[in-house]
């Protein structure tokens, strides 16, 4: 019997998988296939079904890619091997979102040596926030040309050597230039460790890596603060940031040791695949240069982000994280500035404060951890084995009363003077959300165009770091003029728009990726 995986206009996109759509199979299965995309649709079956067809250790669920036999392929590496990339490439995307919030308890402590007022230190900070989503896309596409090995290397030896300058800076103005700098060259794996997942894991296992990346994003405006507040209790101000540097040199360090090239054209037979003779040369990047013919060309790789921004998909998923996660980086970098006239709280007690939204960021992600999962075996299980990608964005559901709530407690106990503990508690469950939809927006686009996945997570990147570019500056004097009632009401209602625009894509999302076509691009 012929097992069908995919839709008509979806099966020319991906000429390997045209095998997999008519295996023949031994025996039937009344329960259907269990479907598996990577923005197609695939099944699961029994491993005695299918002749030629590779499985996972479960027997049954097929592998999404298909591996080949190449031991130089990412997906037959190691488990050691790939967690070790996943986790230094997320310890990297820790770094930049650690960094910006470390200035915002070490901006008072500025403010004073250099005679400013608060605000006006806080302008580095909405500086360093901006550059981290220009960052990102300068960082995809680079790696479309060069590989991924060697723009993660030569972006993070800059982010050191920039980290560096923030904590040796003697003026402001010496400072805000090393900060908006660090911003640019530390956000490399914001965008690029999607890339890395998509290169070297299976479908299956990607939503559970998104969500492991994302718990060092979402955890690092929380413990930046945090940790930078404890020095600054016994030391002057440059010491976190002597710390970052430390961070960053340790980062560098595990790339020089365990970095690898994650790249891997399996439209080539495995005798045209290049050869890999010296991972230092990788790691710089003269092996890729060498093969630079078999990627995109550098005009190729300038057209490759504009493109993606323009699949209606996309537009509207970053619309979404901007009115969605911007909230995150507006509390974060200017909590400080709330919580000590109205709490009276040194900077011991800030210090403290951050645990909540920290405990936040870790219920989300083990609440995420199995709700993604479930969510994709659900939507399974009642639409006939066939899964879309729209089914990620159920996410957006059970995150959005979390989001609202936070705000919403946020604004009152500001505004009202109400017990510390509800802004914590607030705070708590808007990161909570945070967690869970960051990871369904980010698998959303990842299974939509997988061949797209760093530009996609670049897009995001930039649509949150944007809205906190905006609100890192706004956030105070907004607050200070309508009340946070009202200010913080406003970013609840905008959260709520963004399910909306979740739901509208759960409707058309399938056949607005249908008119958008395949991206074809030559790096995939």
Not at 302 to 315: D, H, N, S
Request: proline fraction near 4%.
């Amino acid at each position: 019997m012929a097992a069908e995986l995919g839709m008509e206009d979806e099966k020319q996109t991906d000429a390997r998988m045209v095998e997999l759509e008519y295996a023949n199979t031994k025996e039937s299965t009344s329960a259907g296939p269990i479907a598996r995309p990577e923005g197609k649709i695939y099944l699961t079956t029994s491993a005695a079904q299918v002749d030629g067809i590779k499985f996972a250790p479960d027997g049954h669920t097929i592998l999404v890619p298909q591996p080949s036999d190449d031991p130089n392929d990412p997906l037959n590496w190691s488990f050691f091997k790939k967690h070790m990339l996943l986790i230094i490439s997320s310890m990297s995307s820790f770094l930049p979102e650690y960094g910006s919030a470390t200035g915002a308890v070490t901006l008072l402590s500025q403010a004073q040596q250099w005679h400013l007022t608060p605000d006006h230190v806080n302008h580095s900070q909405a500086g360093n926030v901006f550059m981290l989503g220009v960052g990102g896309l300068f960082s995809v596409v680079c790696s479309a040309y060069f590989g991924r090995l060697p723009v993660l290397f030569w972006m993070l030896c800059l982010a050191f050597g920039t980290a560096i300058w923030c904590a040796a800076a003697v003026t402001f103005e010496s400072f805000m230039a090393a900060r908006i700098l660090n911003g640019f060259f530390s956000a490399v794996t914001q965008s690029m460790t999607t890339v890395l997942i998509n290169d070297m894991f299976f479908f299956h296992e990607k939503a559970r890596k998104i969500g492991i990346w994302a718990s060092f994003v979402v955890l690092a405006p929380s413990l930046g603060p945090m940790l930078g507040a404890f020095m600054l209790n016994t030391q002057r101000w440059p010491v976190p940031f002597w710390v970052l540097s430390s961070l960053t040199g340790l980062c560098l360090v595990l790339v020089i040791i365990f970095g690898e090239e994650t790249y891997y054209d399996r439209r080539l037979t495995l005798e045209e695949q290049p050869a890999r003779r010296s991972r230092l040369l990788r790691l710089v990047g003269v092996e890729q240069f060498h093969s630079r013919r078999l990627r995109n060309t550098v005009r190729e790789t300038l057209r490759r982000p504009a493109r993606v921004i323009m699949l209606p998909t996309v537009f509207i998923s970053v619309i979404y994280a901007g009115i969605t996660f911007a909230w995150q980086v507006g509390i974060n970098t200017t909590s400080a500035i709330f919580l000590t006239p109205l709490y009276h709280f040194d900077i011991l007690q800030v210090g403290y404060f951050y645990f909540a939204p920290a405990i936040g960021a870790i219920l989300g992600e083990a609440a995420g951890y199995f709700a993604h999962d479930l969510i994709a075996k659900h939507y399974e299980k009642t639409h006939n084995g066939y899964f879309h990608p729209e089914a990620r964005l159920r996410g957006a559901w059970l995150a959005t009363p979390f989001l609202v709530s936070g705000l919403v407690l946020i604004g009152y106990a500001f505004q009202d003077h109400l017990h510390y503990m509800v802004v914590a508690v607030g705070w708590a469950l808007f990161n909570m959300g945070a967690m869970i939809s960051i990871v369904s927006i980010n698998a959303y686009c990842l299974d939509s165009f997988p061949e797209a996945s760093g530009e996609g997570a670049a897009w995001l990147s930039v649509g949150r770091t944007v809205g906190g570019f905006i609100i890192s500056y706004e956030q105070v004097s907004w607050a200070t003029k309508e009340g946070t009632k009202a200010s913080f009401g406003i970013q609840a209602g905008l959260c709520t728009f963004g399910l909306v625009l979740a739901v509208f894509l759960q409707i058309y999302g399938q056949r607005l990726r249908k008119w958008s076509g395949s991206l074809k691009f030559k790096t995939i």
